[in-house]
Each structure stands twice: as structure tokens, then as C-alpha cells.
């Protein structure tokens, strides 16, 4: 059932275009959304991705005008990156088409069933919540979390 259900994601998300930007590009955004001013070496391992690799995404999604690079105050060779205004109009917009193709299909549904949804949907954001303290926890060798 949850592949389904992803996979049914998919195809609506995919009404709501994510162009221009490719689903590595849009990972990459999500990720300086969270992180604002992060290097490129994290989010390369945020990415699992190589450097080099990350840094040609940034090189389009920069020309793009949807990231910014800076010179780190600290370290004049360490470069931060933010997510621009322009990117963040694009993922705001983003989630406004998403939202709307999901609104559509809750609209389907009889109202027991959205409750339903909508605790079942909690549950699972709490329990992903605790997953990933649990895996920054472990990463930082810190068990208190």
C-alpha cells in the first residue's frame, strides 16, 4: 500500500511540475531551505553525492538565479549557500500546485475517511520525526536525543 501511495504521489506531484528545476535540483533546494548557509562538503553528504557533483547542481540552480553563493565570514575559502528569493518563490509556488492536486483528491473522499487520513498522517509524521532525531543522533554519537 505505501508504494502505491507514493507512486500515486508521483503522478499528481507530477502535474505540478517541478520545472525548471530536475528532482536532484529540487532535492538540493529542500535541502538549503532547511539549512540555510551550509557548505558545499555537508550538502554534498546531505546529497550523498560527490562534491564536484554538487557544485555543478549549484552552478545551474545559481544561473538559475535560485541559489546564492557567499564567502563564509569565518574562512574565507568556505563558501555558504542560500536558497535565493527567486528560490524560494519556486518551492512556495511549488507546494501551492502540490497542495492543490492533493486537495482535489481529499475532496473525493468522504469526511470520516480525510479524519482518518489526517490522524494516520500525524502518527507518521511523529514517528518519521523521532526516526530522523534517532539518525542525527547516531551520526553525532550523542544518545541523549
Known amino acids: 500500500?505505501?508504494?502505491?501511495a507514493a507512486e500515486l504521489l508521483e503522478v499528481l506531484w507530477g502535474r505540478a511540475?517541478?520545472?525548471p528545476a530536475s528532482a536532484s535540483q529540487l532535492r538540493l533546494l529542500l535541502i538549503?531551505?532547511?539549512?540555510?548557509?551550509i557548505n558545499l562538503g555537508t550538502l554534498a553528504d546531505s546529497l550523498a553525492s560527490t562534491p564536484p557533483s554538487t557544485s555543478r547542481l549549484?552552478?545551474?540552480l545559481q544561473a538559475a538565479?535560485?541559489?546564492e553563493r557567499a564567502v563564509s565570514p569565518a574562512d574565507r575559502r568556505?563558501?555558504?549557500l542560500h536558497l535565493s528569493s527567486r528560490g524560494r518563490?519556486?518551492?512556495a509556488d511549488l507546494r501551492i500546485r502540490r497542495e492543490r492536486e492533493l486537495q482535489a483528491v481529499l475532496a473525493l473522499m468522504p469526511a470520516a475517511q480525510r479524519t482518518a487520513l489526517l490522524e494516520g498522517l500525524e502518527a507518521f509524521c511523529d514517528a518519521a520525526a523521532l526516526r530522523i532525531q534517532d539518525a542525527g543522533a547516531a551520526?553525532?554519537?550523542d544518545r541523549t536525543a
Do not use: I, K, N, P
Not at 500500500?1 to 502505491?4: A, E, I, K, R, W
Not at 538549503?32 to 548557509?37: K, V
Open 1 to 4: 500500500m505505501t508504494s502505491t
Open 17 to 19: 511540475s517541478t520545472a
Open 32 to 37: 538549503l531551505e532547511h539549512h540555510d548557509g
Open 58 to 60: 549549484c552552478d545551474r
Open 65 to 67: 538565479g535560485f541559489v
Open 78 to 80: 568556505e563558501v555558504r
Open 89 to 91: 518563490a519556486f518551492l
Open 139 to 141: 551520526e553525532t554519537g
